[in-house]
Structures are given as structure tokens and as C-alpha cells.
């Protein structure tokens, strides 16, 4: 496996989606309309935290003596987002008066079995904004509520996300402060990458590793030993991962990931992704002069339409020890952006799954 990418940005204007937490909302506040009036509605609308108010169809219902069921189709708009398409279903009943709101992760919603997440261990992974939203939509109808969150095909699309590895089991996360999905934001896996380093920390884990991709994750899980609650799928992320490790330090912190990516890296990129930053070519050169190529080499580097991996292949059949220097480079941005606080190491890992660059304590 290489190095893994988010599908390519569709072109022209992209479409926003809802996030489950919305979703969830609107499905809480249909149930509660048919527990109301007996019937339950076709569509129904919601009002979210920064005011918007989208309509939902309900695709799906069931209104009983003491309980209704409502489900909402999620639409994630052009987002990649693994819950796209996803039924989320949201059992309505009355709850003891006074208690207030309690909620129950049902078939395919996860629950949180590891410290460190915003919700206690044993709580149903529906996070503080979703469950706003979910009591503001329910406001009209009264106050006291069980509120059972569904997602049938949860559990299978869940193994697509790192749930597992945050310690939560049985199904996926009902999330979104804002209730909106901003295309390409990926404020998902962002969350996720956050929440593993806020795990590592609760579980006193002194080492984690955030990797770009699978080769890199696999190579620094075998080479130092690491569990995986010490492991960041950083993916593209390299400055919101950097940041929050920053204002939420752990001793040591090693970054791997493919010589392209940590080349970006090295010269300044924060953003990885191969449509949001380029391999600077220049700089690339200008590394390769200072190690003493050889200046067909250099300017072969320099060509604006070289790829990194062809200018590594070169640098390696010249016997450059270029990879390493990118080593060096990468290890001394990275740590500059995660501060003194952070003993932080780079590792740059091949198509191959080999070392060829090592930098740092």
C-alpha cells in the first residue's frame, strides 16, 4: 500500500452537506412532531447554531403508544464523507419528568470505552454539539426525553474510520458543532487526529507517531514498538496536527511519512495534499547543489514538471543522500511549529516500506 490521498476535489462550485449531528436532530424532532400529533411528518426543519434552517425529508418512521422513530438520509454534499448516504435513525420516548435528556447509542453508534474523549467512558458516542442541537429541536416538545441514535450500517462504515483505535466500539460517532459539512474541510478526520492525540495523553502514553499514510504508519508502529493508541493517522494534516500537539504536548512525537509529503513538509507546506501544495522543485535543487551533486543533476531537479519520486530515484542512483536532508529539514520545521516542549523525530519511508532518512532525538 502507498501512501494514502483524499479523492481528488470535484471541479466547479462544491456543495455543502449536513453533518450526522443535524441529521440526528432533525430525525429527534420529527419523532417528537408524530408523538404530538400521531402522524409523522414527511419533511421537517430544524434551526442550527449559526441560524440556518434546513428542511430534512423523513425516509423513514414508526409511531407506537409511548415511542416514535424517525430517520434522516445524511447528505454530505461533495464532502468524501463515510457517512454520506447514511440512515440516521432517532428513537423517540418520554423520560421521568425532571430528568432532562438522556441519550442511548443504538445499533451502529459507538460508545466511548477510553478516557480522554469529551464524553465519560461508557457514554454513547454522540458528542456535546450534536446533542445541543438535539435538545434545541426538541425544545418545543418539552424537555424530558430518551433519545435512542441510530445508524444501521454504522458498525461496517465505522472500520473506515479510526473509532477503533480512540476507543470507541459498536459503530461510528454522531458529530458536528455547527451542524454543516464544509466540502473538503475535513473536519472529521482533523477531530479524529485531535482526539487520538487527547486519548494518548489521557492513557499517559509518552510517544505517539503521526504518519501521512499506511507504508509510513506501519514502518514507525514496527520500528519503535508502538501500540496503536500511540498512532495519528495524520494523513495531510501536518500543521493542525503540529499545532495541537503544541498546546497539548507529549514527550516524543515521530513524524513519518513518504518522501514527497515530507518534502512538502521540509519547505514550509503545513498542508500535504497533492491539490492544496506542490513539491517545490527549487528547493529540491537547491539541496541537491548543496550536497554536492552533480549539476545535471541539479538542473533535472529543477524542472517544473519533475515529480519528487523520479528526483529521489536520480538523487539515489548518484549516491545523494538527499531522503536524509529531507530528514533534517522536515525534523527541524516540524519541531519549530510543535515547540521546545516536543523531543520530535522524522522518519521518511519509502514506496517500499524501507528507511531512507532519519532525523531528530
Not at 273 to 296: C, K, P
Request: hydrophobic letters at 45%; proline letters at 6%.
Amino acid at each position: 500500500m502507498v501512501e494514502d490521498e483524499l479523492p481528488p476535489k470535484p471541479s466547479g462550485p462544491l456543495r455543502s452537506g449536513w453533518t450526522t449531528g443535524a441529521c440526528a436532530a432533525a430525525a429527534a424532532r420529527a419523532a417528537a412532531e408524530a408523538l404530538a400529533t400521531g402522524r409523522m411528518p414527511t419533511t421537517v426543519a430544524i434551526r442550527l447554531p449559526l441560524g440556518q434552517k434546513p428542511t430534512f425529508a423523513v425516509v423513514a418512521g414508526a409511531v407506537g403508544a409511548d415511542f416514535a422513530e424517525a430517520g434522516i438520509v445524511k447528505d454530505a454534499g461533495d464532502d468524501p464523507d463515510v457517512t454520506h448516504g447514511a440512515e440516521i435513525r432517532v428513537r423517540l420516548a418520554r423520560n421521568s419528568p425532571g430528568q432532562g435528556l438522556a441519550f442511548r447509542a443504538g445499533t451502529g453508534v459507538g460508545t466511548v470505552t477510553k478516557p480522554g474523549l469529551a464524553l465519560a467512558v461508557g457514554e454513547p458516542a454522540i458528542n456535546p454539539g450534536p446533542r445541543a442541537i438535539i435538545a434545541a429541536a426538541l425544545a418545543d416538545y418539552g424537555a424530558d426525553w430518551i433519545v435512542t441514535v441510530s445508524i444501521p450500517d454504522g458498525e461496517k462504515r465505522a472500520v473506515k474510520t479510526l473509532n477503533s483505535r480512540l476507543g470507541i466500539v459498536g459503530g461510528l460517532s454522531v458529530l458536528g458543532t455547527t451542524g454543516i459539512v464544509t466540502p473538503y474541510s475535513c473536519a472529521a478526520w482533523i477531530h479524529s487526529i485531535h482526539r487520538g492525540i487527547d486519548v494518548a495523553r489521557a492513557e499517559g502514553i509518552g510517544h505517539v507517531a503521526a504518519a501521512t499514510g499506511s507504508t509510513s504508519e506501519a514502518f514507525v508502529k514496527s520500528f519503535y514498538a508502538l501500540p496503536d493508541s500511540a498512532l495519528l493517522d495524520m494523513g495531510d494534516f501536518a500543521g493542525g496536527t503540529l499545532k495541537y500537539l503544541r498546546l497539548h504536548p507529549v514527550a516524543r512525537v515521530t513524524v513519518a511519512g513518504g518522501f514527497a509529503k515530507l518534502a512538502k513538509l521540509a519547505a514550509g507546506a503545513m498542508d500535504l495534499h497533492s491539490s492544496r501544495s506542490r513539491v517545490d522543485s527549487r528547493y529540491l535543487a537547491d539541496r541537491l547543489e548543496a550536497l554536492g551533486a552533480a549539476a545535471e543533476l541539479c538542473e533535472a531537479a529543477a524542472a517544473p514538471d519533475m515529480s519528487a519520486g523520479a528526483v529521489l530515484g536520480l538523487a539515489r542512483a548518484a549516491k545523494v543522500p538527499l531522503a536524509q536532508r529531507i530528514a533534517e529539514d522536515a525534523q527541524c520545521r516540524a519541531a519549530e511549529i510543535a515547540g521546545p516542549a516536543i523531543a520530535l523525530d522524522v522518519l521518511v519511508v519509502d514506496r517500499a516500506g524501507e528507511l531512507i532518512g532519519q532525523a531528530g532525538p
